[in-house]
């Protein structure tokens, strides 16, 4: 089964991390109000952002987004998604605690479903059938109309989408892992086969390696002098072999490299959309950039071969 909630018409997702964090609330509003006058109509958070900054206890990204939602009446437009289970504790996608999760994030983002429910982290403790027959449940709710996975491997999400499947439950139809030019590990081959047979849509998060590939991050002094330079450095290393490839295929198609990670990015096997954030307004230009930028066969292989 295929995802029936119109992919296709989604090319882009912006993602909510850094609001109510490197974005204060009304930093939050101008990104998302731009975003949507450009026709953006896909937001990604989750109940845990942004439980990592000190004073926070998680859900400040839902509940700066629900404020928009309300304030501008586009509900009915946008599609939202969040996800539970951040920690990856044992336990945390049992049943009972998805849907109390679930309730919150409702509160929070003022609204009385989500188009997109995660499981943020595989939980080996409780059964995929039970994990499985709690979302589906949701949906049957009419509180859920499409469930994801994020953070998976093959092999388990191969496993909850058999399950779903068997059981005549809601399928686990899109995948969220970290995938960029940089940082390939958690999409490999055997991922991506599984998502193009099985019609699951992959949105990548981190698309732009936490503002890396757009070239501001080149020396260590530069980590230093801009807010995220510490979840930049474990890119740092290996996005220097990639960085003077993305260098000369932007220069050749006349292109931001932020737009060309991104285009490289949506032409990846079983990549439905890149999930990109902006902490300004004007950060958005990137992503809007890339829409519109189509990389050669030889270009997207230079790129492929530079990360690899």
Same mark, same amino acid.
């Given at each position: 089964?295929?995802?029936?909630?119109?992919? @296709?018409?989604?090319?882009?997702?912006?993602?909510?991390?850094?609001?109510?964090?490197?974005? %204060?609330?009304?930093?939050?509003?101008?990104?998302?109000?731009?975003?949507?006058?450009?026709? $953006?109509?896909?937001?990604?958070?989750?109940?845990?952002?942004?439980?990592?900054?000190?004073?926070?206890?998680? /859900?400040?990204?839902?509940?700066?987004?629900?404020?928009?939602?309300?304030?501008?009446?586009?509900?009915? %437009?946008?599609?939202?998604?969040?996800?539970? /289970?951040?920690? $990856? %504790?044992?336990?945390?996608?049992?049943?009972?605690?998805?849907?109390?999760?679930?309730?919150?994030? =409702?509160?929070?983002?003022?609204?009385?479903?989500?188009?997109?429910?995660?499981?943020?982290? %595989?939980?080996?403790?409780?059964?995929?059938?039970?994990?499985?027959?709690?979302?589906?449940?949701?949906?049957?709710?009419?509180?859920?109309?499409?469930?994801?996975?994020?953070?998976?491997?093959?092999?388990? =999400?191969?496993?909850?989408?058999?399950?779903?499947?068997?059981?005549?439950?809601?399928?686990?139809?899109?995948?969220?892992?970290?995938?960029?030019?940089?940082?390939?590990?958690?999409?490999?081959?055997? =991922?991506?086969?599984?998502?193009?047979?099985?019609?699951?849509?992959?949105?990548?998060?981190?698309?732009?390696? @936490?503002?890396?590939?757009?070239?501001?991050?080149?020396?260590?002094?530069?980590?230093?002098?801009?807010?995220?330079?510490?979840?930049?450095?474990?890119?740092?290393?290996?996005?220097?072999?990639?960085?003077?490839?993305?260098?000369?295929? #932007? @220069?050749?198609? /006349?292109?931001?490299?932020?737009?060309?990670?991104?285009?490289?990015?949506?032409?990846?096997?079983?990549?439905? #959309?890149?999930?990109?954030? @902006?902490?300004?307004?004007?950060?958005?230009?990137?992503?809007?950039?890339?829409?519109?930028?189509?990389?050669?066969?030889?270009?997207?292989?230079?790129?492929?071969?530079?990360?690899?």
């Amino acid at each position: 089964m295929t995802s029936h909630w119109s992919i @296709a018409g989604i090319p882009l997702v912006l993602g909510g991390n850094v609001f109510g964090f490197t974005a %204060d609330e009304d930093t939050s509003f101008a990104v998302l109000d731009r975003f949507y006058e450009h026709g $953006g109509r896909m937001v990604d958070t989750a109940q845990g952002y942004s439980v990592w900054v000190p004073g926070h206890v998680g /859900g400040e990204s839902e509940a700066v987004i629900g404020k928009w939602l309300k304030s501008r009446g586009v509900r009915a %437009d946008m599609r939202i998604g969040t996800k539970t /289970g951040m920690a $990856g %504790d044992p336990g945390d996608l049992e049943p009972r605690k998805v849907a109390e999760e679930l309730e919150k994030s =409702l509160e929070r983002l003022q609204t009385d479903y989500v188009d997109l429910y995660y499981a943020h982290r %595989d939980d080996p403790q409780t059964p995929l059938e039970e994990v499985a027959r709690g979302f589906d449940t949701l949906v049957k709710q009419g509180l859920v109309r499409e469930v994801g996975a994020s953070n998976y491997n093959a092999q388990r =999400l191969g496993e909850i989408h058999r399950i779903a499947g068997e059981n005549g439950l809601a399928p686990f139809t899109v995948l969220q892992n970290e995938y960029n030019l940089v940082e390939r590990k958690d999409y490999p081959p055997e =991922l991506q086969r599984l998502c193009v047979e099985r019609g699951i849509a992959m949105l990548p998060w981190f698309g732009l390696a @936490a503002g890396f590939l757009t070239g501001k991050y080149r020396t260590r002094e530069d980590l230093q002098r801009f807010n995220r330079g510490s979840s930049i450095e474990r890119f740092f290393d290996k996005g220097l072999e990639v960085l003077p490839m993305l260098d000369a295929v #932007a @220069a050749e198609a /006349g292109a931001s490299l932020g737009a060309v990670a991104l285009a490289w990015l949506a032409r990846q096997p079983g990549i439905a #959309a890149p999930i990109a954030s @902006a902490s300004k307004p004007e950060q958005l230009d990137i992503q809007f950039e890339a829409l519109g930028l189509k990389l050669s066969e030889t270009q997207l292989a230079q790129l492929t071969a530079a990360g690899a």
